[in-house]
T-cell receptor, first 117, second 114 residues
Framework: GAVVSQHPSWVICKSGTSVKIECRSL??????MFWYRQFPKQSLMLMAT?????????EQGVEKDKFLINHASLTLSTLTVTSAHPEDSSFYIC?????????????FGPGTRLTVL | AQSVAQPEDQVNVAEGNPLTVKCTYS??????LFWYVQYPNRGLQFLLK??????LVKGSYGFEAEFNKSQTSFHLKKPSALVSDSALYFC????????????FGDGTTLTVKP
């Protein structure tokens, strides 16, 4: 089956710093990747959709300048949280889909726990 | 617009008993429906999906779900629950087409007691 990894699995940073989270498709070409945010015991909130080689499409209310998404290759997308603040602390999950998979089945990464002090 | 409702925040069942986790949806056109399970501090694991065909879909770990178009429901079921099934379950709907966005329900916490 398709495997998606995320790195790091957890990160603690100081307020005002930037943090980069990587999402990789290990055994397939991910033409589209999705970034989600999840608060404790809550559902996933879609932040943005990124297609390889083009700019990400952000959901309403998500600051594109704060959450920078890059999908430069068919196996890697990155989410950079710029000038992080404590309210950015959350669980960030990516998912990926590719042309090899019917009905755009999504494969999820294990998530990254971000804590901003 | 598409939406998903999971009316129960919490479902408690005894081990060995059947379980049902409810999901209703709203979408224009034909829906693609999914169930995922999430364990603490982990990503989502795919359980099963309905795209077309038989209304009863069988998935991983003995789970199944029944698509009911008239009731716009896609309830998750298992004939005999295990303690290890205790987790957070999400129903999701997606409109067809390339890179269609999924909408997730709020999740239902399933607790199976020995």
């Amino acid at each position: 089956g398709a495997v998606v990894s995320q790195h790091p699995s957890w990160v603690i940073c100081k307020s005002g710093t930037s943090v980069k989270i990587e999402c990789r498709s290990l055994d397939f070409q991910a033409t589209t990747m999705f970034w989600y945010r999840q608060f404790p015991k809550q559902s996933l909130m879609l932040m943005a959709t990124s297609n390889e080689g083009s700019k990400a499409t952000y959901e309403q209310g998500v600051e594109k300048d704060k959450f920078l998404i890059n999908h430069a290759s068919l196996t890697l997308s990155t989410l950079t949280v710029t000038s992080a603040h404590p309210e950015d602390s959350s669980f960030y999950i990516c998912s990926a889909t590719g042309l090899d998979y019917s009905y755009n089945e999504q494969f999820f990464g294990p998530g990254t726990r971000l804590t901003v002090l | 617009a598409q939406s998903v409702a999971q009316p129960e925040d919490q479902v408690n069942v005894a081990e060995g008993n059947p379980l049902t986790v409810k999901c209703t949806y709203s979408v224009s056109g034909n829906p693609y429906l999914f169930w995922y399970v999430q364990y603490p501090n982990r990503g989502l694991q795919f359980l099963l999906k309905y795209i077309t065909g038989d209304n009863l879909v069988k998935g991983s770990y003995g789970f199944e779900a029944e698509f009911n178009k008239s009731q716009t429901s896609f309830h998750l079921k298992k004939p005999s629950a295990l303690v290890s099934d205790s987790a957070l379950y999400f129903c999701a709907v997606r409109q067809g087409g390339n890179a269609g966005k999924s909408t997730f329900g709020d999740g239902t916490t399933l607790t199976v007691k020995p």
